[in-house]
């Protein structure tokens, strides 16, 4: 069998050779490096399946060959050899995507036993995640087989593992969500975290630290430090949801990240390495917004995918009906649920959909719950779905009367709409708070 080939880096000479030596009886191929700039190039060749390198050495420090390790050789586990002194920098290094730590001195046959449990977790992963492929699980959550989600599903596809910036555009509730998590479990950071963050949830100042983490003292109430998105996401994707709401400042910033692939956390002098794939969303068009910088746009729309809303893809409805009927069953297993009727699926069919994919979850999971019998049908659904009745909001109440829940539900989607979707905007006009908005909307 072939021996995993181990790469040390430590400017101890000394040390490193020792350790070198004491993993080749272990049945590694070891090779010592002690100069930092050779041990950054060694690293950079990626012809590694695991390095273990000290994290304080002139020139290069640990941190960089494990973003340099992460960069070249994604599966390789990296293990951090350290001080006492120094187990909180080591602890920022797991952080970052180390595998482990350890305090010196210490034992080869220790390092031996966490190296080969480091190798065999990612032997699994692998293995895992190409009977995932092969199966077509991640593209699963795709339901739907018209011709505009085969064209998403493709392009989902060959995107997957070019490790670039992607911008999903769509109404709200099409699903650009689901489809970011295809994206992930599609590419190469499969293993790595998937972490998701709705930049119209949260005020800027909080977003900036829930991004970027802070430093202790860094503000009012932070009484502790604390690593934020990008670090949870280290080697995985940030998912960032309505990111046409970033406030102007953190455009700035993010856009200096995806430039530089370095970010700094509030409060703190020193940056740090983002090993991080950006996922981006939006339902607003950002080419003409007067408040998106556009120099961003552009970064973030290396490829485009733009989801179609249910209104254009009425044939997937059969099969998203099943779907969601399945889902709902299993959150819900004292329903006796099984089917819908041949009625009910034609009154869906024939629905508007403003709402979208989101929408029809919702009131498929609304039938579930309801449900008298094994079959869903009309009385089961919506009581202006069931008649067929779409409230026409903006023209006025006409000859229909609806209950005021629906009134109020269709009213704040339909000055949702006029607000271009921006949600403050939007609880500005309506004289509510962003928890009532969403609350009127579900």
């Known amino acids: 069998?072939?021996?995993?080939?181990?790469?040390?880096?430590?400017?101890?000479?000394?040390?490193?050779?020792?350790?070198a030596e004491g993993l080749g009886t272990e049945g590694f191929e070891a090779t010592a490096v002690c100069e930092p700039e050779a041990a950054l190039e060694a690293v950079r060749a990626g012809h590694h399946d695991a390095?273990?390198?000290?994290?304080?050495?002139?020139?290069?420090?640990?941190?960089?060959?494990?973003?340099?390790?992460?960069?070249?050789?994604?599966?390789?586990?990296?293990?951090?050899?350290?001080?006492?002194s120094a187990i909180d920098s080591a602890i920022?290094?797991?952080?970052?995507?180390?595998?482990?730590?350890?305090?010196?001195?210490?034992?080869?046959?220790?390092?031996?036993?966490?190296?080969?449990?480091?190798?065999?977790?990612?032997?699994v992963r692998r293995e895992s995640r190409a009977m995932a492929r092969s199966s077509g699980r991640p593209l699963d959550s795709l339901?739907?087989?018209?011709?505009?989600?085969?064209?998403?599903?493709?392009?989902?596809?060959?995107?997957?593992?070019?490790?670039?910036?992607?911008?999903?555009?769509?109404?709200?509730?099409?699903?650009?969500?689901?489809?970011?998590?295809?994206?992930?479990?599609?590419?190469?950071?499969?293993?790595?975290?998937?972490?998701?963050?709705?930049?119209?949830?949260?005020?800027?100042?909080?977003?900036?630290?829930?991004?970027?983490?802070?430093?202790?003292?860094?503000?009012?109430?932070?009484?502790?430090?604390?690593?934020?998105?990008?670090?949870?996401?280290?080697?995985?994707t940030l998912f960032l949801d309505e990111v046409g709401d970033l406030a102007p400042a953190l455009q700035g910033k993010l856009l200096a990240v995806l430039e530089t692939?370095?970010?700094r956390a509030v409060g703190e002098d020193h940056e740090r390495q983002a090993d991080v794939r950006i996922v981006a969303a939006t339902h607003r068009d950002l080419s003409a917004s007067s408040t998106f910088r556009q120099d961003l746009r552009f970064?973030?729309?290396?490829?485009?995918?733009?989801?179609?809303?249910?209104?254009?893809?009425?044939?997937?409805?059969?099969?998203?009906?099943q779907?969601?009927?399945?889902?709902?069953?299993?959150?819900?297993?004292?329903?006796?649920?099984?089917?819908?009727?041949?009625?009910?699926?034609?009154?869906?069919?024939?629905?508007?959909?403003?709402?979208?994919?989101?929408?029809?979850?919702h009131v498929i999971e609304r039938a579930v719950v309801l449900a008298q019998g094994p079959e869903l049908g009309l009385p089961d659904l919506p009581p202006a779905l069931a008649a067929g009745r779409t409230?026409?909001?903006?023209?006025?109440?006409?000859?229909?009367?609806?209950t005021m829940r629906e009134l109020q539900r269709h009213y704040a989607a339909w000055a949702l709409a006029r607000h271009d979707g921006h949600k403050r905007h939007t609880c500005e006009a309506l004289d509510i708070d962003i928890k009532t908005l969403n609350r009127l909307l579900e």
Not at 302 to 308: F, R
């Open 261 to 263: 692939g370095r970010y």
């Open 143 to 236: 339901v739907g087989q018209s011709a505009a989600m085969r064209r998403v599903a493709d392009l989902v596809r060959r995107v997957a593992d070019a490790d670039v910036p992607v911008l999903l555009l769509g109404e709200t509730g099409t699903g650009k969500g689901v489809v970011a998590r295809a994206l992930h479990g599609e590419s190469t950071r499969a293993a790595r975290p998937f972490v998701s963050v709705n930049c119209a949830a949260l005020p800027e100042a909080l977003l900036e630290s829930e991004l970027f983490g802070h430093a202790r003292g860094a503000f009012t109430g932070a009484s502790s430090a604390r690593s934020g998105l990008f670090a949870a996401a280290e080697g995985g």
């Open 92 to 123: 920022e290094a797991i952080r970052r995507g180390a595998y482990h730590y350890l305090t010196k001195p210490f034992r080869v046959a220790e390092l031996a036993l966490f190296l080969r449990r480091a190798l065999d977790e990612g032997k």
């Open 1 to 19: 069998m072939t021996r995993p080939r181990v790469l040390i880096a430590d400017d101890h000479q000394d040390l490193a050779t020792a350790v």
């Open 323 to 361: 779907h969601f009927l399945l889902v709902s069953t299993e959150r819900h297993p004292a329903s006796p649920a099984v089917a819908v009727s041949r009625e009910a699926l034609e009154r869906l069919l024939a629905a508007p959909w403003p709402g979208n994919v989101r929408e029809l979850q």
């Open 391 to 402: 409230p026409a909001v903006e023209a006025g109440f006409g000859e229909v009367v609806v």
């Open 51 to 84: 390095l273990v390198t000290d994290l304080r050495m002139p020139g290069h420090d640990g941190f960089e060959l494990l973003a340099a390790s992460r960069a070249a050789a994604p599966e390789a586990p990296v293990i951090i050899m350290t001080a006492f």
């Open 299 to 321: 970064r973030l729309e290396v490829v485009a995918v733009e989801l179609p809303a249910l209104r254009h893809r009425k044939e997937d409805i059969p099969a998203l009906v």
